[in-house]
């Protein structure tokens, strides 16, 4: 399996790396990546990977059946043979925006406090489904107040790994309904928000920024009804 650097650092831009092979649609396959795999509602990055001097575009970055993390070149051309050295760099602009939505969807469920059935990242923010009960949907402009005194007071964003044992001890972490938590190496990452994840701490492994001052200011953009008791609750960066 392709070892994941950004699960350790999530803001290394770049890093070198050794072709393990090329899949059968012209995907690029490492012995390391620093590029996020689509998953959980997080897109697969972009950037490029540079090969004897020719950097090759990659429009997304996904997993294959075998967990491996495959690099999607945005247009055929000249690939890496196995064994070649190659140098990742990331689009540092994209990767960094959606640390900050990630990390801004980990508040928005530290301030609704209802199962998650669904959710995702994209260009201005993000959207998270809950079920939330009648008469118990958050006003739009204080649910913004609380997340942005969040985001304002600077709080700590770290990680902890636990075994897989732990994590089956301890599912009432775990948020999303429909998602289970990424399990099946022996070890899962709860990612903390506050001291010991006061505000939130729940299996993730996605990127994120290193302190809630990083967000920047938010919105909510619109709380929608998706269903008898769903709702769909979208954030914006201001």
């Known amino acids: 399996m392709t070892e994941l650097i950004f699960r350790e650092d999530a803001y290394l831009k770049s890093v070198d790396a050794i072709v393990q092979g090329i899949n059968e649609r012209g995907g690029i396959v490492l012995d390391k990546t620093n590029f996020y795999a689509a998953a959980g509602g997080q897109p697969g990055d972009r950037g490029t990977i540079t090969v004897n001097g020719k950097a090759i575009d990659i429009a997304t970055t996904i997993y294959d059946e075998m967990k491996n993390v495959v690099h999607v070149p945005a247009s055929a051309g000249d690939l890496p043979e196995p064994g070649a050295p190659v140098t990742l760099a990331l689009d540092w602009h994209t990767r960094y925006r959606n640390m900050r939505a990630h990390t801004m969807m980990h508040l ?72 289970k938590p990424p399990m099946g190496t022996g070890k899962v990452r709860l990612v903390m928000i506050g001291e ?38 979208r954030l914006a960066f201001a």
């Open 196 to 233: 010991e994840g006061k505000i939130d701490l729940q299996p993730c492994g996605g990127t994120h920024v290193k302190s809630t001052a990083e967000i920047g200011p938010i919105r909510v953009a619109k709380i929608e009804n998706k269903g008898k008791i769903n709702r769909r609750i």
């Open 108 to 179: 928005l469920c530290a301030c609704v406090p209802f199962p998650v059935t669904g959710g995702s990242i994209s260009e201005d923010g993000g959207r998270i489904d809950f079920d939330i009960p009648e008469g118990q949907i958050p006003d739009k402009e204080d649910l913004a107040a609380r997340i942005n005194q969040l985001i304002v007071e600077d709080h700590k964003v770290s990680f902890r790994w636990i075994s897989d044992a732990e994590m089956e001890a301890n599912l009432h972490l775990v948020r999303t309904m429909s998602v």
